[in-house]
């Protein structure tokens, strides 16, 4: 197709129609030019396509679909082969129903617990999530397929996601908020981006030329489309001029008038106009000309993967005793009202009317397990009599397996959570049924993080997240040994929510939610801090033992242009077949700005059999080396010593090698009067000049030995007198110089330093 012949065709009425909806879910059809209309639909872990009725919130049925695991649990997966295979089933069922675009993967930073949408999200850190996110794109995007990578950018909360600024300074942009959509731009080319509901800085993102043009195409080089967020749009004319390519859902025509009167009186440039419609038309045509509507959307078969899926997402927080995996012969009680009606999804946009659901009363049927409700999900209560029933059940079983987590209401899309607490009554059926039975083990249904009062008095918890529709039968699996749990905590658990970094500050002063804790999120902060987690990132325990050994580097030294090949072996020592996650963390060992003590850079999943070794490898560039940079504007990779590590989580590190690795780029360096010794010492060219002149300085303000006073020795020795010379300015050479002060002199020292 010639889309460029044929936006040539079209009037400028047209064009400005193309660039919002037809209604909520599709674009605009123009019959007399064979251009069709194509549609979008949620998203992201499953469709969500609205034939009747429609709305963004989720409050309207949609078709029967497969709702897989959230992006909350599929995270703790890490395992990119997994992702992709999940993104292929959701395109295939896109192929089957019509649909050009599915509206995820959504990627934004779990900044504080509380974020309403953390279950959409991935994960407190922005390389597991752009490679991640990277990986859904490709298995989509196979099927020929759209994605819209959303909600760009820094949306990490939910209260007033409307009109809030956030408020994030440069580097913490471009080291937190930023690398997810970089990271899947520049690998996987996502057909579609969408704009996020909130301003970035002061100014809306639908409406942000630096995010939208300059970031996002100029400096990624993103082909696609821009939509909006559903509603997002404040000024359309100033929007497009942004590089927002459509609006959705539609202005019922309002906005589409207003561009076309933007051309007119010349406020705007008709060749932005066709450019949006160009890119749109681009996606709209390579849909269907490529359409596949034969795909067959086996959904059997999808509840099956949903199941294998959220199996390998769950994450074994505790285990002791080896209390799990559970015997098959054992008496068990089931208890709490999630092991009948599991919650395995959130509220909201991306809420999947499933096809079918299975609970773990269900999957367990065959086995001696019997089940009491405990609790009331829905009236978030538990009556005496159902806590006295739990308790009956849990002294007639062997072991006491409650059910529990977060119902619907306590997180969703459109706000946040106010605390961190699991309900009450929950809590308290815990409790109890710990107190009754020594052998009680917790399973965890939630989107994100709860405070375990709990912990201490239960040998097991195991973390399901929010595990899609099949989750009952992936837990059954787990519980019992089928499946050895291989998930990994994509973010901290802290102790209590006071102890998160973004505590002080998150969810802002009316629409001004500074980000404060800059680069500091999550166990960037935690672990610079030392401060004690309940859970640590990275963290989860498996059936059997891996270790590691033989850490090997393919260099000592290299330069930032270099790629430097990390290796490592690693065993199943345990006596079942499992899956490792093996996480590869960075630390600079002496950094002149603030930097975590360690990010992760690196991660792989590998399947061993009891006994078996394998040799893991990761490549590391540029970018696993360098921070933002602020005066470059720029990644930069400051000259030194860094460490390779290995961990079990980023608190549980295993082995570490030593890299040195030097910089290609020069920063220059401008000096003044103002400028102090240590700094100009700190630079090697600048040092070179200097030094001469301070050995001078040092010889006639630091008498010798023989001259010093007891007492003057003792009000100040050799040591403090170098460190108070260290944040000494030039200008006070001139005014310990005393007569012999020659500002001549200091003028051409300035130069010499300057101009070199
Ligand atoms: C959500 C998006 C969603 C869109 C369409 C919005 O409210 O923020 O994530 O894709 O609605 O349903």
């Known amino acids: 197709m010639d889309i460029k012949a044929l936006i040539s065709q079209l009037t400028l009425e047209e064009k400005a129609g193309l660039c919002s909806g037809a209604d909520f879910w599709h674009t605009k059809a123009i019959e007399r030019l064979g ?14 396509k609205q034939d009747e009725k429609t709305d963004h919130l989720g409050v309207n049925d949609s078709i029967k679909a497969v709702c897989f695991p959230a992006a909350s649990a599929t995270a703790a997966s890490f395992d990119r082969a997994m992702l992709t295979r999940m993104g292929e089933a959701i395109g295939d069922s896109c192929q089957h129903e019509g649909l050009s675009v599915v509206l995820g993967p959504a990627v934004n930073i779990k900044r504080s617990p509380l974020c309403g949408r953390n279950f959409e999200y991935f994960s407190e850190d922005p390389y597991l999530t752009g490679k991640l996110s990277a990986a859904f794109i490709h298995g989509v995007q196979s099927r020929n397929v759209g994605t819209s990578i959303k909600h760009f950018a820094a949306n990490s909360q939910e209260h007033r996601r409307m009109s809030s600024s956030s408020e994030v300074d440069e580097r913490t942009l471009r080291e937190i908020y930023l690398p997810a959509f970089e990271t899947a731009v520049k690998e996987e080319q996502p057909w579609t981006v969408m704009c996020s509901y909130n301003r970035l800085n002061g100014v809306f993102a639908s409406e942000n030329p630096w995010l939208l043009t300059d970031v996002l195409r100029k400096e990624w080089g993103f082909e696609g489309y821009v939509v909006s ?11 497009l001029a942004a590089g927002l390519d459509l609006e959705m859902p539609s202005s019922g025509g309002f906005n589409d008038k207003k561009i076309v009167e933007a051309v007119r009186s010349g406020e705007l440039d008709e060749a932005i106009v066709d450019q949006a419609v160009e890119r749109i038309l681009n996606i709209v045509f390579r849909f269907t000309e490529n359409a596949k509507p034969d795909t067959p959307w086996d959904k059997e078969a999808q509840h099956q993967l949903a199941a294998e899926i959220a199996a390998d997402c769950m994450v074994l927080l505790k285990n002791d005793d080896k209390i799990l995996p559970l015997q098959k012969d054992a008496s068990v009680a089931f208890i709490g009202e999630f092991a009948k009606k599991p919650r395995f999804q959130g509220g909201g946009s991306s809420h999947i009317n499933c096809f079918r659901t299975t609970s773990a009363l269900e999957a367990a049927e065959g086995l001696p397990v019997f089940y009491a409700q405990g609790y009331s999900a829905a009236k978030d209560s538990a009556t005496e009599e159902q806590i006295a029933e739990a308790v009956i059940a849990a002294k007639k079983a062997k072991i006491a397996v409650v059910f529990a987590g977060l119902p619907d209401v306590y997180e969703s899309e459109g706000y946040d959570r106010t605390h961190m607490r699991m309900p009450e009554c929950q809590n308290r059926v815990i409790e109890a049924v710990a107190a009754a039975n020594p052998n009680t083990v917790v399973v965890l249904h939630n989107g994100s993080p709860v405070e375990m009062p ?97 850490l090997r580097l393919s260099a000592d030294t290299i330069t ?7 290796t490592v072996t690693v065993k199943n020592i345990g006596d079942r077949a499992g899956k ?96 102090i010794f240590m700094d100009i010492l700190a630079d090697p060219h600048a040092a070179a000049v200097f030094e001469p002149i301070l050995a001078g300085m040092r010889a006639a303000f630091l008498p010798a030995d023989t001259e010093q006073t007891d007492a003057a020795k003792e009000a100040i020795t050799e040591e403090m007198g170098l460190a108070m ?16 002060a020659d500002p001549s002199l200091l003028e051409h020292l300035l130069n010499t330093l300057n101009n070199e």
């Open 725 to 740: 010379f260290n944040y000494m300015p030039l200008r006070s050479i001139l005014s310990f110089a005393g007569e012999k």
């Open 580 to 675: 490792a996650v093996i996480q590869l963390y960075i630390s600079d060992k002496n950094s002149s700005v603030f930097r975590p003590v360690r990010e992760l850079k690196g991660f792989e999943k590998i399947y061993l059999q009891p006994g078996e070794e394998k040799d893991v490898s990761f490549s590391l560039d540029k970018r696993a080396f360098a921070y933002w940079n602020t005066a470059l504007h720029d990644w930069y990779v400051e000259p030194g010593d860094f460490t390779i590590e290995i961990g079990h989580s980023s608190r549980d590190i295993a082995l570490g090698a030593s890299v040195t690795v030097r910089s290609t780029v020069k920063i220059k360096r401008h000096y003044d009067m103002n400028s």
């Open 35 to 48: 251009i069709p209309a194509s549609m979008v639909s949620d998203g992201p872990h499953g469709l969500r």
């Open 454 to 550: 709990w912990i201490g008095k239960v040998k097991a918890v195991l973390e399901t997240y929010l595990g899609g529709q099949a989750v009952g039968l992936a837990t059954v699996r787990v519980l019992y040994g089928d499946t050895n749990p291989s998930g990994k905590l994509p973010e901290t658990f802290p102790l209590q929510l006071e102890d998160n970094p973004s505590y002080l500050s998150y969810g802002g002063e009316g629409d001004v939610a500074e980000y404060r804790e800059g680069v500091f999120v999550g166990y960037r902060y935690y672990d610079f801090k030392k401060a004690a987690v309940l859970f640590p990132f990275g963290h989860g325990l498996s059936y059997t033992d891996f270790a590691y050994s033989n």
């Open 560 to 566: 930032d242009q270099d790629i430097l090949t990390a």
């Open 229 to 239: 967020d559903w509603g997002a749009v404040s000024d359309r004319v100033a929007g």
